[in-house]
């Protein structure tokens, strides 16, 4: 089970219950890998509600192999995802948020 004060958020991937969480490291990888922009767009295009599909993936294989999984985004393409896409897009979005949020902030 996740821990939310390490930033880990709960992912169901092929009936499995994976953590995901990001380090620093992950985030800075996560950073280089995105098309445009920073860590600070990509916060922002989640609030807005402005995140692709290719962001929500970014994110989630980010904060799998910081979990200790051992996959690639090529993987997830076959991958059953609990709650389909829009449970994942929920996950990407938590696990960014707990990777910014200081202990006591959490609601």
Known sequence: MANPWRGEVDLVLDGERRVMRLTLGALAELEAALDEGSLVDLVRRFEGGACSSRDVLALIV?????????????????????GGPMAA????????????????DAG
């Open 62 to 82: 980010a904060g799998l192999r910081d979990g200790g999984w051992q996959g690639s985004a090529a993987d997830l393409v076959s991958a059953e995802i609990g």
């Open 89 to 104: 897009a929920r996950a990407a979005a938590e696990l960014l948020a707990r990777a910014f949020e200081l202990p006591g």
